[in-house]
């Protein structure tokens, strides 16, 4: 019934920002489970001189510093257990993750995440090893690690074994391109304010259309790109 550990590897410079809050609440219990487990790489750690340096300045020039490619490129040799595992980059330049890699990614026995840091990282790393470039969103992070968080959250919760009923990965945000509809609960009545009364009315098909009418509304108003994006 539960699958084989799924296995993450962080190459970053900063290890103590992990396992951080993937300690908690789901992937917490999950990783307690076995069902996924991670190691972090300390890419310092393939630095060849004794100031152990990691960048360097930018040809063409210009302001900060670029990830150095012969110390990437060895830490991820030595760290590159599987050809089956996903290979990720986590730049802002990347390609925008949606719940439709996420669910490509942990169809795969593993990922080697590298959190990238500085001003960038020397794209002959990138490509020589064939990462793949992930985004997160439109706007700028100091670094990859934030990010390598929240992808590995969204990995872990969709294996097997992590979330008690596949009902609640059925109906969330995102499937068939739709916002999920809006939740209610005890007190019947808060400030003022009741529930929809067709959600206690019993009546199933009714519950499901009045849900799929809204879900569809919202996902107009919030995320129109949504509706006229391919399939996830
Ligand atoms: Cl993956 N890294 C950084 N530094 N900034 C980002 C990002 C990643 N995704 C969105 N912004």
Redesign the pocket.
Known sequence: MINKCFEVRVLTLFPEMFPGPLSYSLAGKASEKNIWSLKTVNIRDYATDKHKTVDDEPYGGGPGMVMRPDILGKAFDKNNPNSKWKKI????R?K??TQKMVKDISSKPGAVIV???YEGIDERFISSRSLEE???????????E???LI?IDSIVRLLSGTIGSSDSLIEESFENNLLEHPHYTRPYEWEGMKPPAVLLSGNHREIEKWRKNIALEDTKKRRPELLISEKK
């Open positions: 980059i986590l730049t802002p990347g925008p993750l959190c990238g840091r992930v985004s997160i969103g439109d706007y700028v992070l100091s670094g990859g934030p990010a390598a992808l």
